[in-house]
């Protein structure tokens, strides 16, 4: 049974920012340490992790709401979840709002905590090292 993952953090950074953090290929790759191709178009490829994570972008809103079908390279052929940021200026930053639907049981533990571990934390020391 297919299980969602919602997720919020605050970031130190503008809505700007915190969308070219996701949607450049370079500043991905920065905080976190992995290649990354992302395009910036609908319908465009995503690939993250050094292609482990891959993907489509299904809406872009720029700095306000990211959409992408998204799987990881361990889940069954053709089999994708939809992840969702949506970013809101707030006082001091960004919140970023994150939704990730169709994440089957099996992978939801790590997948919940790889958010957190693999893209919440160091973007957050990335933002704040500037």
Do not use: C
Request: net charge positive.
């Amino acid at each position: 049974m297919p299980k969602t993952i919602r997720q919020s953090v605050t970031l130190s950074a503008t809505p700007e920012q915190v969308y070219e953090a996701l949607m450049n290929s370079k500043t991905h790759a920065k905080f976190t340490g992995a290649p990354a191709k992302i395009s910036r178009k609908v319908g465009g490829k995503i690939s993250a992790y050094d292609g482990y994570i891959d993907g489509t972008n299904v809406e872009l809103v720029k700095n306000k709401k990211i959409v992408q079908m998204w799987r990881g390279g361990d889940w069954p052929e053709g089999d994708y979840s939809r992840a969702t940021f949506a970013l809101k200026k707030v006082k001091g930053g960004t919140k970023l709002t994150f939704t990730q639907t169709g994440v089957h049981d099996k992978q939801y533990r790590a997948i919940k905590q790889g958010w957190i571990d693999f893209y919440w934390v160091p973007m957050k020391k990335m933002f704040e090292q500037r």
